[in-house]
Nanobody, 125 residues
Framework: QEHLVQSGGGVVQPGGSLSLSCAASERTFSRFAMGWFRQAPEKEREFVASINWSGKSTYYADSVKGRFTVSRDNDKNTVYLQMNGLKFEDTAVYYC??????????????????WGQGTQVTVSS
């Protein structure tokens, strides 16, 4: 059973940066797509970014494109989300997700089989 452990997050001022990490327990990590999602209070969960199995293909929500960067290190079974130029509306609980079936980038949460525990990102002045 895959287990994802997230780290990072916290409180930052508008325009600041934060980095999130998500470490997977299984060596099958390198075979499949990974994603990041977020959920703000009283809002639906929304897609943030996805990266394919090799790390050579990425896909972003329009709201974060040009500000966030998703990457992965398959040797460390870890996926990262670097967040720059943070805005108030980026405040949310962020979740990493791993697919057990899909190798290409995908924004569909139903394509993901394992989820991290979530980490709070708060943008506040």
């Amino acid at each position: 059973q895959e287990h994802l452990v997230q780290s990072g997050g916290g409180v930052v001022q508008p325009g600041g940066s934060l980095s999130l990490s998500c470490a997977a327990s299984e060596r099958t990590f390198s075979r499949f797509a990974m994603g990041w999602f977020r959920q703000a209070p009283e809002k639906e969960r929304e897609f943030v970014a996805s990266i394919n199995w090799s790390g050579k293909s990425t896909y972003y929500a329009d709201s974060v494109k040009g500000r966030f960067t998703v990457s992965r290190d398959n040797d460390k079974n870890t996926v990262y989300l670097q967040m720059n130029g943070l805005k108030f509306e980026d405040t949310a609980v962020y979740y990493c997700a791993e697919s057990a079936r899909i190798v290409i980038v995908t924004a569909d949460p139903d394509d993901y089989d394992y989820w991290g525990q979530g980490t709070q990102v708060t943008v506040s002045s």
